[in-house]
C-alpha cells in the first residue's frame, strides 16, 4: 500500500486498468494463432494454377457443385499426407468423393506432382491403383468414361428414373399382371452415389443387387462368402447374366416317373413297450398275436433282381413304388436304369476286322493290337 502513496491526486487507477486491458487484447491479436494438421494441410499447394483446385472455402464450393451437370468437379486438399480430395457430380444432385494419392508431392514444389493414384477396378474386377500425370488426364481417363457409363445406364430400357417407391409399386403391378414372371428394373437411390441398384420382385419378396459404377464398365457386387464380383463392359451383359441364372433355378432337373424318394431306414424295428402290451391285455387283445402279425408284417417280401449298373452305381428299392430307383457318382438319383458299359463282341478283340475264326479274331501269326514280337533270340512264354 504504501508504494500508492506516491502517486499524485489525480491518477486514476481504474482509468489505467482499462488501458491496460486494451493494450493486452491487441498483443493477443498480433500473435499468430496455433492450428491443427488439417489447418495446416488446407495451407498446402499455394502455387497449384488448376482453375479446378480449391484451397480455402471448400464448403462453399461443395454447395455450389451440387447444382452443376454430372461431371463437375473440384479437388481440395486432405487431411491425409500426400492426399488430395476429388469431389464430383455423379447425377443430379448427388456428389460421390474421391480420394487421389499425391505419390510425388515435394513441399518445396508446393503443387501437384505428375504421378497421381487412384484405385479403381479392371474388367478382372480387381482392384488396382491406376497412376495419372496429371488434373487433365485423370478428368479424360477417369471421370467422363465413369460419367459416360451412368449415362448409359440411365438410357437403357429398364431404367426407371421415379423414386424408390415407385419403383416397387411399378414392379408389384407387373408381377400381378404375370405372376409366372420375375419383374426387374435398374434405378438410382440418392444415398448411394457411385452405384445404381439393380430391383427384382418374386413371388417371396424385392430383392436388390447394386452394381457400382467404374471407369471400365459396371461392377456387380456379390453376397460376401457366396459370390464373387464381377465386371460388366455393359448393362446387357450383366442382365443376360441374370436371366440365365433365372432360368437355371425355375428348370431344375427331376428325374422321370416323379420324385426319387430318400433310401429308407434299415434300422431294427422297436418291439412292444410293456405298458403298451398291458393295456392291450386289459382291452381282451392277445398280444402274443398281436406280435406275431407285427412281426410278419415285418418280413421282407421277395425282391425282383435289380438290372446290371455301370460302376458307381446302387439300385434301392422303394416299397411304396414298388420299383427300383438309382443312385449315382455326384448324388445323381434316378428311376430309369443308367446303361452299363457296352462289352467287347464276342470272339477275339474289339477293334479287329473278322477273320477265319470269327468277328475279331486274329489269324494264325498275328499279333494282338500294342504288342511287339519277341527280340531275336528270345523265345515268348
Known amino acids: ?30 500473435q499468430p494463432k496455433a492450428i491443427d494438421k488439417g489447418q495446416q494441410r488446407q495451407l498446402l499447394y499455394a502455387k497449384e494454377t488448376n482453375p479446378n483446385f480449391v484451397r480455402l472455402n471448400a464448403q462453399k464450393a461443395l454447395d455450389g457443385l451440387k447444382v452443376r451437370p454430372a461431371g463437375s468437379f473440384f479437388i481440395r486438399p486432405s487431411s491425409k499426407e500426400k492426399t488430395v480430395i476429388m469431389h464430383y457430380v455423379f447425377a443430379k444432385g448427388m456428389i460421390k468423393m474421391v480420394e487421389i494419392q499425391d505419390a510425388d508431392y515435394r513441399p518445396r514444389d508446393d503443387r501437384l506432382s505428375n504421378v497421381l493414384k487412384i484405385e479403381v477396378v479392371d474388367h478382372h474386377g480387381r482392384k488396382v491403383d491406376e497412376e495419372y500425370e496429371s488434373v487433365q488426364e485423370i478428368e479424360a481417363r477417369f471421370l467422363d468414361p465413369m460419367i459416360q457409363n451412368v449415362q448409359d445406364a440411365q438410357a437403357h430400357r429398364k431404367f426407371n428414373a421415379g423414386t424408390e417407391d415407385m419403383v416397387k409399386q411399378e414392379l408389384r403391378d407387373a408381377l400381378e399382371k404375370n405372376p409366372k414372371s420375375i419383374p426387374y428394373a435398374f434405378h438410382i437411390d440418392s444415398k448411394q452415389p457411385g452405384y445404381i441398384a439393380f430391383s427384382y420382385l418374386t413371388t417371396k419378396r424385392l430383392k436388390r443387387d447394386w452394381i457400382r459404377i467404374t471407369p471400365s464398365g459396371f461392377l456387380h457386387k456379390g453376397v460376401p462368402g457366396h459370390t464373387d464380383d464381377k465386371s460388366y ?39 412292444m413297450s410293456a405298458a403298451m402290451a398291458a393295456a392291450m391285455r386289459a382291452a381282451g387283445v392277445n398280444t402274443d398275436e398281436a406280435e406275431a402279425s407285427s412281426a410278419a408284417a415285418n418280413v421282407p417280401e421277395a425282391l425282383p433282381a435289380p438290372p446290371p449298373l455301370p460302376a458307381g452305381w446302387q439300385s434301392h428299392w422303394d416299397p411304396n413304388q414298388k420299383r427300383y430307383y438309382f443312385t449315382g457318382p455326384g448324388d445323381k438319383r434316378t428311376w430309369v436304369p443308367p446303361t452299363p458299359p457296352t462289352a467287347p463282341p464276342p470272339g477275339g478283340m474289339p477293334g479287329m476286322p473278322p477273320g477265319p475264326g470269327g468277328w475279331g479274331a486274329m489269324p494264325p501269326g498275328a499279333m494282338p493290337p500294342g504288342v511287339m514280337p519277341p527280340a531275336h533270340g528270345h523265345v515268348m512264354p
Request: proline content about 9%; some cysteine.
Open 1 to 30: 500500500i504504501a508504494h500508492w502513496q506516491l502517486l499524485d491526486g489525480t491518477f486514476d487507477i481504474d482509468a489505467c486498468v482499462k488501458d491496460y486491458e486494451t493494450v493486452r487484447a491487441l498483443q493477443r491479436l498480433r
Open 233 to 271: 463392359k455393359r448393362l446387357e451383359d450383366f442382365l443376360n447374366n441374370f436371366k440365365r441364372q433365372s432360368m437355371k433355378s425355375k428348370t431344375k432337373p427331376k428325374p422321370s416317373g416323379g420324385a426319387v424318394p430318400a433310401p429308407p431306414s434299415s434300422g431294427p424295428k422297436k418291439k
